[in-house]
């Protein structure tokens, strides 16, 4: 979806930084009793109610994590607030509030801002988040936002990636690769538009992974549903960086092994098409793409009935001994090592 454009350009100088955050946060409103004191001081007050505070932080830097030729600002700010709503989620929390930081240069006006924000703003919403505070500052590089996220979970639901066990089954959410290959379509696009600006691409066959480029989804329904089916993991983390490199994670915390499936690997019609368009392995792409923010987990042998048939949860392996090692089991029944290859934001390539 394309945003309005704004002939305004309302200078940042005009408002100055107090200003600026009145401005952009008059729209937020408090909405949970936690919240005692929210913008407007130097700090936020929030009140749990003995249960343990979940916060996490995360930050978007222009050019490495986000390209504005494609990425509309309203759906930048929806995603940033997104990318760490899932952290919170991946503790089997409940989120709460978020503070939002933001570095900006001066080619940005005003009426952009209110665009970026206004992302914030809806996020925000749907997921029942008070937005408490934040920063802004200049920068000579382009745009950075960094969002700090706090939520709550009472001790004994509290899930961490320390706890899996052989014999655990490994289950993941959603489906795996639509972020990955949103961004392959949106770059070769990009491509294109410089050879011959005024071509006007089709994207309609790709919708789906565009949308899981541009805006994701935290899995907060998902918290919901283990509650519901009376399901605690022995471990959680989310998809942030790739499949192959949460796994590892689980594993070294865990001091356990894995055994993968890959024909168990949860992929979107529309993933597996064009990656046959761009000759990419599904396999592959599904591993080390990264940017799904579905939530991996390892769940007791014990609840698989609960969670058997339930489309939003797929059984993709198994946890072994650590002796035994972490493999990818081939749809041949080859046994491969599973090495991480997924994104590093230092290097900015996946």
């Not at 198994?318 to 493999?327: A, C, L, S």
Request: hydrophobic share 40%.
């Amino acid at each position: 979806m394309l945003e309005d454009k704004n002939p305004r350009r309302t200078p940042l100088s005009e408002l100055g930084e107090f200003k600026l955050i009145d401005h952009l946060t008059a729209q937020f409103e408090i909405g949970h009793e936690s919240t005692l004191k929210g913008i407007g001081d130097d700090a936020a007050i929030l009140n749990f109610d003995g249960n343990n505070v979940v916060v996490s932080t995360d930050m978007l830097v222009e050019g490495v994590h986000f390209d504005l030729s494609y990425m509309p600002l309203k759906h930048l700010g929806y995603k940033a607030v997104m990318v760490n709503l899932s952290d919170i989620y991946a503790m089997n929390a409940k989120a709460t509030q978020i503070t939002v930081s933001i570095a900006v240069s001066n080619r940005f006006p005003l009426e952009a801002l209110e665009v970026l924000y206004q992302g914030i703003a809806t996020a925000a919403k749907l997921y029942n988040i008070d937005v408490v505070g934040g920063d802004t500052t200049s920068s000579t590089t382009g745009l950075i936002i960094s969002v700090t996220a706090i939520g709550t979970v009472e001790k004994d639901k509290q899930v961490l990636r320390s706890g899996a066990q052989p014999n655990d089954l490994l289950v993941v959410t959603g489906d795996l690769g639509g972020a990955y290959m949103g961004l392959q379509v949106l770059e070769r696009e990009k491509e294109v538009f410089k050879v011959n600006p005024k071509n006007q691409p089709d994207l309609s066959m790709y919708t789906y992974i565009i949308e899981r480029q541009l805006k994701p989804e935290a899995r907060k329904d998902i918290v919901e549903l283990l509650e519901k089916l009376e399901v605690k993991p022995t471990s959680m983390i989310d998809i942030s960086d790739g499949l192959s490199s949460e796994i590892i994670h689980l594993c070294k915390q865990s001091n356990v092994g894995v055994d993968l499936y890959e024909n168990k690997i949860p992929l979107d019609p529309q993933v597996i098409s064009t990656c046959e368009e761009f000759n990419i392995d599904s396999t592959t792409v599904a591993l080390n793409g990264g940017e799904d923010y579905e939530l991996l987990m390892t769940i007791a042998q014990k609840d698989y009935d609960k969670i058997k048939g339930n489309p939003n949860l797929t059984v993709i392996g198994y946890m072994t001994d650590k002796e035994k090692g972490m493999h990818l089991v081939t749809r041949a029944e080859e046994r491969i090592p599973i090495i991480a290859k997924g994104w590093n934001a230092l290097n900015n390539q996946p």
